[in-house]
């Protein structure tokens, strides 16, 4: 069961942006938070939780690790 687009937190908002900050994908963050990607689009471009800032705390630097090819 998928969770209402209006189930998304200021919290939420401001983990999303800092994972857009550190490069994943919208259609994964959406997979995370169980949303249609659109809700996240809407984030990103700041039509809703205009004000929200990105969460300073949450870093996961092991999200946008580049695979190395050798």
């Known amino acids: ?3 209402k687009s209006d189930s998304l937190t200021a919290f939420d908002a401001s983990v999303i942006k800092a994972l857009l900050i ?8 959406a997979a995370l ?17 205009k004000t929200v800032a990105p969460n300073a705390q949450f870093d996961l630097p092991y999200l946008t690790k580049k695979k190395s090819n050798t």
């Not at 550190?22 to 963050?29: A, C, E, S, T, V």
């Open 1 to 3: 069961m998928s969770q």
């Open 22 to 29: 550190l490069g994943l994908q919208q259609k994964r963050i």
């Open 33 to 49: 938070f169980d949303v249609n990607q659109g809700r996240i689009s809407e984030i990103n471009r700041g039509k809703i939780y």
